[in-house]
């Protein structure tokens, strides 16, 4: 699709995860979880299903996690309850509204530990799905409510992937290709941001046949 409709996409995710079965984590969450103690707080924007959020959660993690899916957040908060994970709070909320998202970062400072206050910003397979303007609502907000040395995770589908075969073939829904280059610059540039770390290739998210061209990218509050 190459114009976003947000009442199609939203009945579109919630039929979705009604359907949706994964429970293990990404290999993008597991790479992200090396990198922090365990006393982190993170906040998952965009977390589907919650096979990231529920994970980061049962190994002692704070999380606050974030859908524009109905359907998703009841099915989290029902496997939370069902699996007896705890530091879990998820919320129906939209990215690319500036007061959803000051409110995930104000009720995971809120819920934070003492002794490590910081947030970790984690989202993945979700930039693609937004469009120009959500991108930049969304990375507005953060910089905005984001502290000075605090990390941002990022997982997404890069502009070489556009010519892939997909698992779930041209479905019926938003998406498109990010030119990876040009958001490292304006990650830095127009929004605050330092960047340690950018990748982009093959073998980091393959699912059954499938294997994107994503890029993976850290960066730090300045």
Known sequence: ???KDSSTEQDYWNDFYEKCVIDVPSQFCVSMLT???KRKTVVEFGSGNGRDSL??????HVLVAMDLSVEAIEKCNSSMISQ???HAVFLHGDMSNDVDVQK???VARGNAHADEPELVIYSRFV???LDDEQEKNFLTSLSGYM????????EFRSTEDAVTDKYYGNTNHYRRYIDTTKFVKSLSENCGFEVNYSVTGQGMARYKEEDPFISRI???KK
């Not at 502290?147 to 990022?154: Q, S």
């Open 1 to 3: 699709m190459s114009l």
């Open 35 to 37: 990198d922090i103690s």
């Open 55 to 60: 994970y980061m959660a049962s190994i002692g």
């Open 84 to 86: 007896g994970v705890k």
């Open 104 to 106: 995930a970062l104000a």
């Open 127 to 129: 930039m693609h799905s």
């Open 147 to 154: 502290k000075p040395g605090e990390k941002l995770y990022l």
């Open 218 to 220: 850290l960066a730090t």
